[in-house]
Nanobody, 126 residues
Framework: ERRLVESGGGLVQPGGSLRLSCAAS????????MSWVRQPPGKGLEWVSG????????YYADSVKGRFTISRDNAKNTLYLQMNSLKPEDTAMYYC???????????????????WGQGTQVTVSS
């Protein structure tokens, strides 16, 4: 069974940084589009960032563009999200997702992601 395990969340002050990691196992990581999706308390899901299987194409929501950087290491089966200049509105549960469908399709259709981790909480507060 596919496993996605997030880590790196926590409490950070506004303006601070965090690096999230997602360790993947039990599937061919390099064949999957990977993403980070977040859910603020009491709100809906937001696709934060995505990266294609080879790591050559990325997507960022306008709300995080210029502050967050997504990357992947296919040799280590790990996805990352470097988050800088954090704001209170970045407070959310952050989920790692995986999807075997085409990058171009996922970008245009924005379907529900196939596989999800359990999430890691990020809280930005002074």
């Amino acid at each position: 069974e596919r496993r996605l395990v997030e880590s790196g969340g926590g409490l950070v002050q506004p303006g601070g940084s965090l690096r999230l990691s997602c360790a993947a196992s039990e599937f061919t990581f390099s064949n999957y589009v990977m993403s980070w999706v977040r859910q603020p308390p009491g709100k809906g899901l937001e696709w934060v960032s995505g990266i294609n299987s080879g790591g050559s194409s990325t997507y960022y929501a306008d709300s995080v563009k210029g502050r967050f950087t997504i990357s992947r290491d296919n040799a280590k089966n790990t996805l990352y999200l470097q988050m800088n200049s954090l704001k209170p509105e970045d407070t959310a549960m952050y989920y790692c997702t995986a999807d075997p469908r085409e990058w171009s399709y996922l970008l245009s259709a924005r379907p529900e992601w196939k596989y999800w981790g359990q999430g890691t909480q990020v809280t930005v507060s002074s």
